[in-house]
C-alpha cells in the first residue's frame, strides 16, 4: 500500500524528533533548552500556534519525560 503525504511527513517527523532526543541525551543537561526550543520550532514551521502558557507547559512536560 502506498503512503499518503500526510504519512510520510508523520514518519519523517518522528524521525527528526526522536534524532534530536536522542542527540539532546548524548549532549547532556545543558541542551535540554536547546533541544525543546528545536520542537517548538519545528511545531510552529508546520502551522501550530503556541501561548506563552503553553510553551512552558510542553517545556515541563518534555523535561518530566525526557529527564
Do not use: P
Amino acid at each position: 500500500m502506498k503512503k499518503t503525504k500526510q504519512q510520510r511527513r508523520l514518519q519523517a517527523s518522528n524521525a527528526a524528533h526522536k534524532a534530536l532526543q536522542n542527540r539532546a541525551i548524548k549532549r547532556g543537561e545543558e541542551h535540554k533548552q536547546l533541544y525543546h526550543g528545536a520542537c517548538i520550532l519545528q511545531q510552529e514551521k508546520n502551522g501550530r500556534v503556541f501561548t506563552r502558557a503553553e510553551r512552558e507547559k510542553v517545556y515541563d512536560n518534555v523535561i518530566r519525560t525526557f529527564w
